[in-house]
Structures are given as C-alpha cells and as structure tokens.
C-alpha cells in the first residue's frame, strides 16, 4: 500500500462510486425452462462465459460456462437450465458501495455478480471485474482535467477572520444497521471538503476514513454521529456511538480481525480491515472504547 499522503484517485472512486455505476445494463438473460443445448447459442452469440437465471424480473440463479461444460461432459440432452444452475446466489444491490463489491469478488473469487434493486431485489445488471476497471477508468478520465486544476486552498481559508482559534465543525448523524444509508455522511462530509477546495490527496484520505469510521457505527452499534473539524494546519475527523464498545483494542486493529454478524458478512460489510485503512490514512490516530459504553475515534490529518 502507498504511504501516507499517496492515496490515488482509483482508491478514493473505489470507496465513492456505486455498483450501479459500474453495471452492465440491460443483461443478457435466460429463463429456467430454457434448454441446455438453446443455453450453448447464447453463451456463443453474445460471446459471454456465463448469465443471471431469472423468473419475471425476479433472478432465481446464475448459470456459468463451467456449469455448460459439466452438463456437455455427463448431461442428459433434454437437460434444462433449472437443472443445472446454480440458485444460492450471491448480489449486490445497485446503490452499494463498490469497495464492498470489489471485496466479495476478491473474497469469493467470483468473475461477476448480479446486481439487484433493494427492496424488490428485481435484476437491474450484472457487474464483473472488467466492468469495474471500465467504470473507474470513465471516472478517471471525467474527473483528471477538475483535479489538475484545483487549487490548494485550505491552508489559506481563515486568513481573512480575525479569531485568537477558528474551526469549521460538520456534523453528521449516523442510523445503525441501515446499510441503504451507509456511506452518505461520508459522501457529504467529502462534498463539503471539495468545496473548501481541500488538496485532492488530503481529500481521498479524509474520504476513507470518514467513509471506515461511519461503516463501523453501521455495522457495531445502533446509531452515532461523525463529525470533522478543519483547522489551520489540519483536519480532525471524529466518530462517536453509544455502542457495545470494543474489548479489545489490539485485537480489532489486527488486519482480517471482525465481529461482525454472519447476516452483515453476506451483504459484504464487516471484513475486518475498517481501523486498519483508517490508521494508515490517519497521521494520528487515537481509539477509546468501553463495554457497555461506546467508542470513540479520532483521526487527525496534516495540511
């Protein structure tokens, strides 16, 4: 991993863009019923290695190139995609984050994942490696010229109050367990630092930890508040909860290390790196935490 202060606009894209950003749209698609043998002249025609099974608009499975070539090995003729798909299937949903897609890729080593709407977990897409580097290659592309002009302002903003200490304070209140929500105090908190024209690399910093600390009152607790304050010199970032509180410390900044739920582990949050990322994007960092009591976070970055 970079050091500090070398964060790259992909890593800070990988934290803001959504799964429905990175999509493909419409997809193609097969229905159970559809036979094995009609399955080869799709897979071939549309040059794909695999596509959602779906029932309506509702998908009922996924069914890949190995799956075709197990059935050519030993199948039956009259076979048909409801016999051989797979129906445990792993989604996403269209307004997650896609650091959280790019983690169940990795941690499943999946090659796609279907992308659902939340709520009615209707299809909408299908998102595959490709798909992202695509995706975060457009982003790149719209966003350098923005970026090679901004100007590093923050240094200079409190030159015209007359104050012995000034600060700007934002806060922001933080729903446990709403995982629709998760992630938008953080995206605020980044908006609202772009437009004190905050250095780009001091921004991606700030945006990871905002976006790590707020993931874990999502995750760990019923509810707090994120908070950062911009001084001359530098930018303190704060979550608070009234939590569980961490028993221990050195354990939870171990890389890997979690206690999330096996529920919260399927929706792809909870894997164990939140403090770590916030820690090595932090120039200080301190955690005090109490059973029964709460945590508290501060991260403090230089500018």
């Not at 779906?54 to 069914?63: A, E, F, K």
């Not at 129906?87 to 994942?113: A, C, M, W």
């Not at 690399?201 to 994120?226: F, H």
């Amino acid at each position: 991993m970079p050091s500090k202060g070398e964060f790259t606009k992909t890593q800070e894209l990988v934290y803001e863009m959504k799964a429905g950003e990175a999509m493909t749209s419409p997809v193609v698609t097969v229905e159970p019923k559809t036979s094995m043998n009609g399955l080869r002249e799709i897979l071939r025609s549309h040059r794909i290695s695999g596509t959602p099974v779906i029932s309506g608009d509702r998908l009922v499975g996924v069914i890949s190139i190995e799956d075709f070539i197990n059935w050519l090995a030993n199948g039956s003729p009259e076979a048909t995609v409801a016999e051989k798909m797979t129906k445990n299937t792993t989604t996403v949903y269209e307004d997650e984050p896609l650091v959280q897609v790019v983690s169940i890729l990795d941690r499943h080593g999946f090659g796609r994942l279907p992308v659902v709407r939340r709520g009615d977990n209707n299809l909408v897409g299908i998102v595959t490696r490709g798909d992202i580097i695509k995706g975060l290659l457009h982003k790149l592309e719209i966003g350098y010229q923005e970026e090679e002009i901004h100007r590093y302002r923050a240094s200079h903003i409190f030159e015209d109050i007359i104050a012995d200490h000034t600060a700007l304070v934002f806060q922001y209140c933080v729903t446990g367990k709403d995982f629709k929500k998760a992630g938008f105090g953080a995206t605020r908190l980044k908006k609202t630092l772009g437009r004190l024209e905050i250095h780009p690399q001091v921004l991606r910093r700030a945006a990871i930890i905002a976006y790590e600390a707020e993931m874990n009152i999502v995750i760990y607790t019923d509810g707090g508040e994120l908070m950062a304050k911009v001084e001359p010199g530098q930018i303190t970032i704060e979550a608070r909860d009234d939590g569980p509180g961490i028993a221990d410390i050195e354990q939870a900044l171990k890389p890997g290390y979690s206690t999330a739920e096996d529920w919260v582990r399927e929706l792809g949050f909870g894997a164990g790196m939140g403090l770590c990322n916030i820690k090595h994007c932090a120039d200080q960092t301190s955690l005090d935490s109490r059973v029964g009591e709460g945590t508290r976070l501060e991260a403090k970055i230089a500018i």
